[in-house]
């Protein structure tokens, strides 16, 4: 496994492998890996030659109020977990490096980064784009996998991709839980023990939606208040929002006819937490 920490070293590695008609996987991190990142990896292992892995905690897309100081790093640890993919390059640029002086450019997907998490962490999805479109101009690969715990993420970056005509496939793979059910993040670490149990209410809610939409209740009204209140009556969690979306275009739907996804962003003390579940009417 190749540690590499400049822009110029990783476009020449990655062009060596483009010449010789060898496909690239890649999958972008923050790095502080659980299984999640690792499932993912393994899936774009399986589909290319070579598997490069970014870490980078980017910057652009936290908020002067987020924990981008706080964001927890470690490397040794990350490479480590790592080797038994295996991984062929892992991307560590410097903040600097990717952000220089004079650095001015923003990539904006402007519609579907309006709602859910676009409502609340302005700014947040630009600052996504731009840098997925900087890693995949830098890799350059011809698959890239993210995880569908970040939906909305998702969405964005497939629509960037399909506007912006860039030559490579991005693919979303399913959200990797605990045992107990909790969504697995690299911010659960901040989760006292006690938060922990208030936690699973996420989870738990989303198996409750799906089963009322079973049950034959459509109105996202009535399956939005039963959430809410799962989520809210464990300690320590405040609902930031809960949405029915349509999956492709992320506009609030009244009725679960055919397919929604519910998507959930709780704060459980004071760490944010993300999920989000597929609905689907029988
Ligand atoms: O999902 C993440 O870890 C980040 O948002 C990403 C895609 C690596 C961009 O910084």
Redesign the pocket.
């Known amino acids: 496994m190749e540690l590499i920490r400049t822009i110029r070293h990783m476009q020449d590695w990655s062009e060596a492998k483009r010449v010789r008609g060898q496909r690239i996987g890649f999958v972008?991190?923050?790095g502080f890996l659980h299984e999640g990142h690792l499932s993912l990896m393994r899936h774009a292992r399986g589909q290319s030659d070579h598997l490069v892995v970014?870490i980078?905690v980017?910057p652009l897309?936290f908020g002067p109020k987020e924990d981008l100081a706080q964001y927890p790093r470690d490397l040794d640890r990350d490479l480590e977990l790592m080797k038994p993919i295996p991984v062929d390059a892992v991307f560590h640029p410097e903040p600097e490096a990717m952000y220089p002086p004079g650095f001015q450019t923003r990539v904006e997907v402007t519609e579907v980064t309006k709602g859910l998490c676009g409502t609340f962490r302005p700014g947040h999805f630009t600052g996504?784009a731009t840098?997925?479109l900087k890693l995949f101009n830098i890799v350059r690969p011809h698959l890239a996998v993210?995880?569908e715990k970040?939906y909305q993420?998702l969405v964005t970056i497939k629509r960037m991709a399909q506007d912006l005509n860039l030559d490579l496939v991005v693919e979303g793979q399913p959200t990797l839980r605990e045992p107990d059910g909790l969504a697995m993040s690299s911010r659960n670490v901040y989760l006292s023990s006690e938060e922990r149990r208030s936690a699973l209410a996420l989870s738990e809610s989303l198996r409750l939606a799906q089963e009322m939409v079973t049950a034959g209740r459509r109105a996202a009204a009535d399956i939005l208040a039963a959430v809410r209140e799962k989520i809210e009556s464990r300690p320590h969690n405040k609902v930031q929002y809960a949405v029915l979306v349509d999956p492709l275009t992320l506009e609030d739907v009244t009725r679960v006819n055919d397919r929604a996804v519910l998507a959930l962003a709780v704060f459980t003390g004071r760490t944010r937490l993300i999920d989000n579940a597929l609905l689907t009417a029988p």
Do not use: A, H
Request: aromatic residues 14%.
């Open positions: 972008p991190t923050m970014s980078f980017n897309q996504v840098v997925v993210f995880g970040d993420q």
